[in-house]
């Protein structure tokens, strides 16, 4: 399986948010919904930023001034 | 192998500009830098806009203004 864990980038150091994510896909209202491969959802406010593949990491960045 | 193909999204179909895509990483110029699992480099004017990891598809967003 090709998955990957998605990390948010804040201020600090990323923060895993989910794991085994299949789908990221931006929504109309701005956000970034993620898809995992059990099904679940989760929505986010930012944007994918850079992905890392084989490492099986993709990197997410907080909008700007998301609570 | 977890890479993936990057699809380049301007006005029509989605459009394939590269295979086996291993990282994708925004530039200091305002570019999308890929790297594929071959060491092949190609910059994009453009953001990724959504992912489908099983799919082993990248979509990328042509920025606006871009030639």
Redesign the interface.
């Known amino acids: 399986?090709?998955?990957?864990s998605a990390y948010l980038i804040t201020d600090g150091e990323p923060e895993l948010i989910m794991e085994a994510?299949?789908?990221?896909?931006?929504t109309e209202e701005g956000e970034l919904k993620l898809i995992n491969?059990f099904g679940e959802q989760r929505f986010i406010k930012g944007?994918?930023?850079?992905?890392?593949?084989?490492d099986?990491k993709?990197f997410i960045r907080e909008a700007a001034g998301a609570v």
Chains 1, 2 share one sequence.
Do not use: R, T
């Open positions: 399986m090709c998955e990957a994510v299949d789908v990221a896909i931006p491969i944007a994918i930023e850079s992905l890392s593949l084989v099986h993709i």
